[in-house]
């Protein structure tokens, strides 16, 4: 008997016959069996997705604070929807501009309550973004509410869009 798993585009296959041990084993047990490593399998895809996506944010929030054009293109995809919570919109050429410039001056970022939403190729974060900013050389403060919505590309997660709102 020739049991084949995908998961997540992996393939798993094993003979069962040559396992004399799972000869002795209801069917019912072998089913509960296969179901768990599927399972297990699938939770392992899940975190390590999360763990990428999570990776990505920080990537993008060093790149915010130290911009460099190259990891910004890489990124950010080309249709990019870049909110403000003053109802701003900028493209990805008009975000990239305004980091590259200094228009946008990020001197420090931390983010806080982070959630992961990972929906097939399509993942939202959600987090609280508390800045120091330096914009056209005047230091300020920001604390904003932040969703950013990630796409899985070839190349890995890429910022699709992001919107902020401010703290109430």
């Not at 040559?18 to 047990?29: G, H, V």
């Not at 701003?88 to 590259?100: A, D, E, G, R, Y």
């Not at 800045?131 to 969703?147: C, E, H, R, S, W």
């Amino acid at each position: 008997m020739m049991l084949k798993i995908k998961a997540n585009g992996l393939f798993i296959c094993m003979d069962l016959d040559k396992f004399t041990a799972l000869n002795s084993i209801q069917p019912d047990m072998i089913r509960k069996l296969l179901i768990f490593s599927c399972l297990l399998i699938s939770s392992h895809f899940c975190f390590a997705q999360k763990a990428e996506v999570e990776n990505a944010v920080t990537q993008l929030t060093k790149l915010m604070i130290s911009p460099d054009s190259a990891a910004l293109d890489k990124i950010l995809l080309n249709n990019l929807s870049y909110g403000h919570s003053s109802g701003k919109i900028q493209t990805k050429q008009k975000f990239m501009h305004s980091l590259l410039s200094g228009e946008s001056d990020f001197v420090d970022i931390n983010l806080t309550d982070q959630s992961v939403i990972i929906q097939n190729k399509t993942a939202l974060v959600r987090h609280t973004l508390n800045a120091k900013t330096n914009d056209k050389n005047i230091p300020g403060n920001v604390k904003l509410y932040i969703l950013l919505i990630w796409s899985k590309e070839r190349a890995g997660w890429k910022l699709l869009g992001r919107q902020a709102v401010k703290v109430p």
